[in-house]
């Protein structure tokens, strides 16, 4: 089972940006799918973005699209999550997840590995 590993959150200014990056432990990183989700407080889990295992195809959900970006360098066994112009309902803990490269790496239930997560808070 790959062990994921986040960093990378903190505290940011709304308008500004943060690099999350996620570590995976497989040597076999490059058959994954990846992706991240996030929860806010009181709010049920989001999926965010998601990277194919190839790192050839993308999905953003609407509420980060044109902001985030998602990429993979499979020599180093991580993803990437690049999220600029902040906003404070962007406050979340973020995960990273895993999936097969069988699954459809658009959807949270193609995901079976997930990390600890990462905080991000933006302030107003």
């Known amino acids: 089972q790959v062990q994921l590993v986040e960093s990378g959150g903190g505290l940011v200014q709304a308008g500004g940006s943060l690099r999350l990056s996620c570590a995976a432990s497989d040597r076999t990183f490059s058959s994954y799918h990846m992706g991240w989700s996030r929860q806010a407080p009181g709010k049920e889990r989001e999926f965010v973005s998601g990277i194919s295992w190839s790192g050839g195809s993308t999905y953003y959900a609407d509420s980060v699209k044109g902001r985030f970006t998602i990429s993979r360098d499979n020599a180093k066994n991580t993803v990437y999550l690049q999220m600029n112009s902040l906003k404070p309902e962007d406050t979340a803990v973020y995960y990273c997840?895993?999936?097969?490269?069988?699954?459809?790496?658009?959807?949270?239930?193609?995901?079976?590995?997930w990390g600890q997560g990462t905080q991000v808070t933006v302030s107003s």
């Open positions: 997840a895993a999936g097969r490269w069988t699954s459809d790496y658009r959807k949270v239930s193609g995901y079976s590995n």
